[in-house]
């Protein structure tokens, strides 16, 4: 752990860029995804309802940067890559997991609550 302290609600502070990729919908669902554990690209594509090759590609290689994800290329014809979380990855694994839960035991509040809105 750093000694730095950061102030995230400053525009200026690194953290707000991990946190933009963090919040990305797609990095989330990524993410759940590679979980259960390394996947190819086709896989993810099917298990990542929705999303883009492009998309797919440009989550991956930011998690990647970032250190997220491994890619695995293999030397075979044709050639095959899988992904996978590294160490941080799993950890944010675990907080997206979370996050999960949490949408799953609110949604209906979130309905109700937006239902009210609308009628008001």
Known sequence: ???????VMNPKCPTQQV??????KWTML???ALGDGPQRYSALQRRVQGVTKKMLTQTLRAL??????RRRVYDTVPVQTDYELTAAGQSLAAAVTTIRKWAYDHIEDIGQ???AFAAS
Do not use: K, N, Q, T
């Open 19 to 24: 946190l933009d990729l963090v919040a990305s």
């Open 1 to 7: 752990m750093s000694d730095v302290i950061y102030d």
């Open 113 to 115: 609550a937006r239902r």
């Open 30 to 32: 990524v993410i759940l």
């Open 64 to 69: 990647e940067r970032d250190g997220l994800v």
